[in-house]
């Protein structure tokens, strides 16, 4: 796969970097704290970790500006932070709060907080794509040079609504780069039993449009192939699909479901830690000195506490209150 | 005052996209062959000439894509109307339409709005068998987060659907191919009307007859006939199925005293099912006679055009309807 992570390396600024290692560290801590609480009981419903994915979020949201968008899935905490909404907000969207980014309407899957860039959630399989292909074509209409990008995991490319957007977006030249986090499994079932072709990224050549495979778990590659996707849709040149594949080290939700990935192949993904292969980097470098990634870990563990005790203080949403949103009156 | 003109329901409707675009620029439009040769059923006939292929967007057959598109559009600021060429195929873009347009203000918490409209029609009289001839309002009706608006004449057409456009929800507004080419007064000047209000469209004393969308003009029609034998028959047409005008009604039943509901769509669980249910919870004291209901046969639409006919309520059910109500005794 691609770019060698010690050659690209330098190109990017230390500033960069160590931002890209807080948000990573800090999906990683805030998705083990999800799933403490969760098995605690205190947080309700559903939620999909992101854990070992980190790098996709992180290297793709790094690339776009604060004014670019997002578009987020059902396993979406991780692109929510990696764009910028606050721990407190998403953790008290988990507890279902009124301070929640969805004032406690929405729940895990379905962050927005469109002043730092993320849109929309959804939590159809596929659902989010149509969507990005229209926001991206209000972009283009407003004349504004943001660029949009839409998430979505591997199982997603068999839904019709990816093959109805891909082609929408490529006739109409978007702004708008889709990014498939293959983590190799729709819940259980296996790519191999379930994506005809033979790479998803080949599903692109469909639609006219450049189709990149990137490790994702190197999130210096993530960021660099997403920046020249980003260039090309600036450029007014359309639409790109990268296949980033990473694997998530969770189950698809909160519970066991049975043993449909081999235990060697869990243990090999997390020994190609997408956290660790960064830090080694930034130590092996010289970019940074241990104690200054020390430092961000241990301000990572503030903020986590901080957000579950602003969630746990804050109040919860009643019917009536909920009532209000939804028509606009 | 001088007498207002008269126009189609497809004029009415292309004045109201015309308008609403030269008013607004976020206005624009895209669907399966609306461009070019202005739609199958004219409706956006000289669009594409006055406001070009950017705001006038012929769509791939992408029911998904389209409605799906609609709606990112809208939550990024444009004012899109999107059109599905047949009502049956609203549920080809049904994910869009049931598990995102209605959900998403709310689910957001109100961060978002949609202000998006999907104009769609239904194949009323043109024996197009059952994949062309649908009609299921009560279902979307079922689905809180939308405006649905059914317009029976001209006039509410054009003043419905400009307002659909600039109200700040999305909208489902649903078009009869069976009235476009029907005439009736368009005012020059402009106006809107405001969504959620029912419209008496005849009054009368005797019996309240709740007509859906082109069954208004049976229902008129039946009004006229009946008038003769003495029958004072009043005529309500809902013009939006949400927000839903229950005070219309009730006050109407309350003159009356009786109901007869004719309804293009299905019987069972139909627009008319609920209609009844209301005035059993909230008028049914005022009741001299039970409700009877004139609906679609609970099949789907046959082909053949005797058949056809036969599955749909007509005039001569109507008044029969009427006359039953009329003579009932407790």
Known sequence: MGLNMSSSISEISKEVLLDMYYKMILIRRFEEKVVELYRAGEIPGIAHGYIGEEAVAVGVCSALRKDDYILSTHRGHGHSLAKGIHPRYLMAELFGRKTGVCKGIGGSMHSTEPEVGVIFSSAIVGGNIPIAVGVALAMKMQRRDNVVVSFFGDGATNTGAFHEALNLASIWKLPVIFVCENNFYAISTHVSRSVAAKEIADRAVAYNIPGKVVDGNDVIEVYKTTLEAVERARRGEGPTLIEARTYRWLDHGMYYLGPYRPKEEVEAWKQRCPIKRLKDLLLSKGIVAEDVLVNIERRVEEEIEDAVKFARESEEPDLDFVKQFVYVR | ?330
């Open chain 2, 1 to 330: 005052m001088m007498a207002a003109r008269e126009i189609t329901y497809a004029q009415a409707l292309n004045e109201a996209l015309r308008e609403e675009m030269r008013r607004d620029e976020r206005v624009f439009l895209m669907g399966e062959d609306i461009g070019i040769i202005g739609g199958v059923f004219k409706v956006t006939q000289g669009l594409y000439e006055e406001f070009g292929p950017e705001r006038v967007r012929d769509t791939p057959i992408s029911e998904t894509a389209i409605v799906g598109a609609a709606i990112g559009a809208a939550i990024a600021g444009m004012r899109p109307v999107a059109e599905i060429m047949y009502m049956d195929f609203l549920m080809c873009a049904g994910d869009q339409l049931i598990n995102h347009l209605p959900k998403i203000r709310f689910m957001t918490g109100g961060k978002l709005k949609v202000p998006a409209v999907i104009r769609t029609q239904y194949g009323l009289y043109r024996y197009a068998a059952a994949q062309h001839s649908q009609f299921y309002p009560a279902f979307l009706m079922n689905i809180p987060g939308f405006y649905i608006e059914v317009p029976s004449t001209p006039y509410d057409a054009k003043g419905l659907l400009k307002s659909a456009i600039r109200d700040e929800n999305p909208d489902i507004f649903i078009e009869c191919a069976a009235l476009y080419r029907i005439k009736g007064p368009v005012p020059e000047d402009e106006y809107l009307i405001p969504l959620g209000q029912a419209d008496i469209k005849r009054e009368g004393n005797d019996v309240t007859v709740f007509a859906l969308s082109y069954m208004v003009h049976v229902a008129l029609s039946a009004a006229k006939k009946l008038e003769a034998e003495g029958i004072s028959v009043e005529v309500v047409d809902p013009r939006t199925l949400n927000p839903f005008d229950k005070r219309t009604l009730i006050e109407s039943v309350k003159k009356t005293g009786r109901l007869v509901i004719i309804e293009p769509d299905h019987k069972t669980a139909g627009v008319g099912a609920e209609v009844a249910a209301i005035v059993a919870e909230e008028a049914y004291e005022y009741l001299n006679a039970p409700v009877i209901r004139l609906a679609a046969e609970d099949i789907p639409p046959p082909f053949s055009p005797k058949a056809y006919n036969a599955f749909l309520p007509n005039e001569e059910k109507l008044i029969n309807a009427i006359k039953k109500v009329m003579k009932y005794k407790r």
